[in-house]
């Protein structure tokens, strides 16, 4: 049964997920903010976030391995964001997943599925749901 993600409900939402789709074919980019020179999964979140107005200052001193997921879980508890605690998926919602061991992983969801960095295909793409990761916690702008 094919997994239904909701139209976005605010602006704002519509405005995270339209960003996201016109990254999709950028070159990954370790620490990469630019959809010229390339972005990872931080950098997609980052341009997608840019998107509604406010700027965010994505973080570059991580690495592929660590422990990440409560700097992660801190930067979202701050700013304008809800933690989405019922199953509902939403165009323009951020997912915080896990890959692998100590590896944590972002995608911005759009009505076709999740827009993330994909390090072994060297772009940014688009993966249909289910995604193959584990999600951590599902995050939604509040903004308009």
Not at 32 to 37: D, I, L
Not at 89 to 95: S, T
Not at 117 to 137: C, D, F, S
């Amino acid at each position: 049964m094919p997994i239904r993600i909701e139209a976005p409900r605010t602006q704002d939402q519509a405005n995270i997920a339209a960003c996201a789709v016109t990254l999709l074919g950028a070159p990954f980019q370790l620490y990469g903010r630019s959809v010229q020179t390339g972005l990872d999964c931080v950098g997609v979140a980052a341009c997608c976030l840019c998107a509604v107005g406010d700027q965010f200052d994505a973080p570059t001193n991580y690495s592929i391995r660590g422990s990440f997921e409560e700097r992660a879980q801190a930067f979202f508890a701050a700013g304008g964001f809800d933690k989405v605690r019922d199953p509902s998926l939403v165009a323009g919602d951020l997912l915080l997943l896990r890959p692998g061991h100590r590896q944590i992983h972002f995608a911005v969801l759009t009505m076709q599925g999740a827009v993330h960095a994909h390090m072994g295909l060297a772009r940014v793409v688009l993966t249909p749901l289910p995604l193959p990761y584990p999600e951590i916690a599902r995050w939604r702008f509040k903004g308009d």
